[in-house]
DNA sequence: ACAGCCATATATTCGGACCG
DNA sequence: CGGTCCGAATATATGGCTGT
């Protein structure tokens, strides 16, 4: 089947309709010979004689009736889609969409975006699925995931479309009651004497803080290192510790614990929070609904 | 026997690959 | 980049079968 000539497919249809190959030849607009070679075509290829002679013209065998049937329902399914324009209606759709992004981003995304959804797209279902970032960029071109999101500096690059969606920036938190830090301003010496927890290798922008401080020579006493940012401000809440994490992050986290935020003792460039997406899905009007739906989430201006 | 129709053999054209 | 060659597809010509 995989060297089928699909233009025998109409062939098929009209010879099953006309009856004739000659009338059919002159419908298809080919000469008879040619039509008569196309059904000959067909015959080796789906192995039936389709149709045979009878004083009442070509009449097709079941076999050829059933697979004219097949094919022209196929045609004229293929012709509708061709016709009209692909359209996205939230309202009714039951698109799953898929999206990835570290667990900062999901923090910031899944809140406003599933909220949304659940007005707008009420059939919709999302899934957050956290692809190896080498696997990224391969996932977006084959359509397994609509959309990244987050600070991902290895997507950046012409293969892939881009759109700013925020700023991040990091802070540092401590305990409310942190018997040295009580303001919200920390020097770099202070800052450097304490005892950190630091959340790896996960973050991306706390990696560009991390190299920053190498970069500058300053060191200090790492004594937890945690993958995961969920048990991190019961930690620090009984510590005297100091993390650096997003800021998104420390905003929840000083609603759910005794924390308070503390600005960084060195100016950071903020790093961009942006959605990826691939060309070959910029015009898919699903993908297209789903992101234009973030930036406007955001309030982004498109750049 | 002849007319109508399909099948086959031969000719032509067109597009694409290959090579200098 | 242009020319040549090859193959695919279609057209033309012809042959063969069938029914009236």
Known sequence: MKDFDLNLLRVLVVLHRTRSVSKAAAALGLSQPATSLALGRLRKALDDPLFVRSPAGMLPTPRGTELANAAAGALSDFSVHAQSEPTFDPATSRRDFVVTTPDVGELQLLP?????????????????EPFATADVEAALEDGRCDLAFGLFPNLERPALYTQQILKQTIVCLVRADHPTVQSSRISMRRFLELSHAVVHPVGRSQELFEALLKEKGYTRRVQLKTAHFLSLPSIIAVTDMIATVPRSIADYYTRLENLRIVELP??????????????RFHT???VRWLRESVARLFGTVEA
């Open 112 to 128: 406003p975006l599933m909220a949304y959804l659940a007005r707008e797209a009420p059939h919709c279902n999302l899934r957050s």
């Open 284 to 286: 898919d009007p699903a």
């Open 266 to 279: 060195i100016g950071i460039k903020p790093a961009p929070i942006r959605q990826f997406w691939h060309p």
